[in-house]
């Protein structure tokens, strides 16, 4: 049976881009797939942070998610930090890890060049992330472009650890979700859409009013087409990518930039009304979401800790 994580980081509202690319084929394959739904939150302390905004953004996350559709019965919902065997099979993959391997990965090397200081954590958030993928004997793990050096580390980790100390480790193949789709910055949309977020975000609890203005004034161009053509038309590629994602249909041809705006915006809060309107129903009762949470992690703990038992035998510790 295939089993499934994916994995969400608390450090921002999510994102019509998480929505699209993440969310909605992970509730999608619900039926044919095991998958686990992991709140990140200790990655979201691998760079600078505010502790209340972690814990606030990983419980709108999760309610979120319901909101949108997972189902927390076939998709328990977990939040890293509550399963202690995360940190604890983090230590001993750091002893399988070289820190070349760790210092090579591009996403570490964009971020370190930002400046400011590097936590030590965001040079070894990946041998994290192989935590988290392992513990639960996961078959497929949905992948990003960006994240796929990571996969790639995850699953040299878990051969190399079974190849020295015996089979311990599922090793997990790499699976594009479904729908392809990488949404990019409406504004700058030569920048994938993210949490952190620049002015073309449409945040999946932005009210109608916001969604409209920042559709509204999404970068196009000027050759006066509406066609794909992500090389001279990135925008409105983009936006052409976001209506056939909320319908199922490309635009209706041909058409001017502005209608195709207009359809965009329709398009976009028609999708996003219910789910908004679900949240505010869950986001009346917190202890409900937390209580999934809790659910969550009781489920889980137990797969997590034989794997964590079958490591630390294998790489030689006592009983
Ligand atoms: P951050 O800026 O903190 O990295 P993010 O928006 O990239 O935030 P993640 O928590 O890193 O969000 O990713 C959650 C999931 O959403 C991942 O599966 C990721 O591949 C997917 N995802 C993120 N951004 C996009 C996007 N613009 N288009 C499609 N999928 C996306
Ligand atoms: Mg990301």
Redesign the pocket.
């Known amino acids: 049976r295939t089993r499934r994580l ?7 509202h ?5 929505l ?4 909605r084929p992970l509730i999608a394959a619900q039926g044919a797939a095991e998958s686990i739904a992991l709140i ?1 939150d200790l990655h ?1 302390m691998t760079v600078e942070h505010e502790p209340a905004k972690v814990r606030a953004f990983a419980l709108d996350q999760a309610t979120i998610m319901l909101a949108a559709g997972v189902d927390p019965e076939r998709t328990p919902i977990v939040l890293q930090s509550q399963v202690r065997e995360h940190t604890e099979l983090h230590y001993l993959l750091e002893c399988v890890a070289a820190y070349g391997e760790a210092a090579r990965m591009i996403q570490f090397r964009e971020k370190s060049a930002a400046g400011g200081p590097v936590r030590l954590s965001l040079l070894t958030y990946p041998v994290l992330m192989a935590a988290d993928i392992l513990l639960y004997d996961v078959t497929q793990v ?3 472009e ?2 796929s050096q990571h996969l790639e580390l995850a699953r040299a980790l878990a051969v190399r650890f079974n190849t020295r100390y015996g089979e311990t480790f599922v090793v997990p193949e790499g699976v594009r ?1 479904d729908s392809a ?5 409406l504004a700058d949309p030569l920048t ?6 620049g002015a073309g975000r449409l945040a999946l609890l932005d009210p109608p009013e916001v969604l409209r203005r920042t559709v509204a004034r999404a970068a196009t161009d000027t050759v006066g087409q509406v066609r794909r053509d992500r090389e001279r038309q990135p925008g409105i590629t983009n936006l052409i990518d976001i209506l056939a994602e909320c319908t199922g249909r490309p635009p209706a041809d041909p058409t001017s930039y502005a209608a195709l705006k207009r359809e965009v915006t329709d398009a976009v809060e028609a999708l996003l009304a219910p789910i908004r309107a679900r949240h505010a129903e869950l986001s009346a009762n917190p202890d409900f979401v937390r209580g999934v949470l809790a659910a969550g992690a009781d489920r889980v703990r137990p797969v997590a800790a034989a794997t964590v038992s079958r490591a630390r035998e294998a790489i030689g510790l006592l009983d």
């Open positions: 994916s994995g969400f980081q608390p450090t921002g999510l994102h019509l881009g998480n699209l690319g993440a969310l990140a979201a949905p992948v990003g960006d994240q979700p789709a990488r949404i990019m910055d994938k859409m993210g949490k952190s977020g």
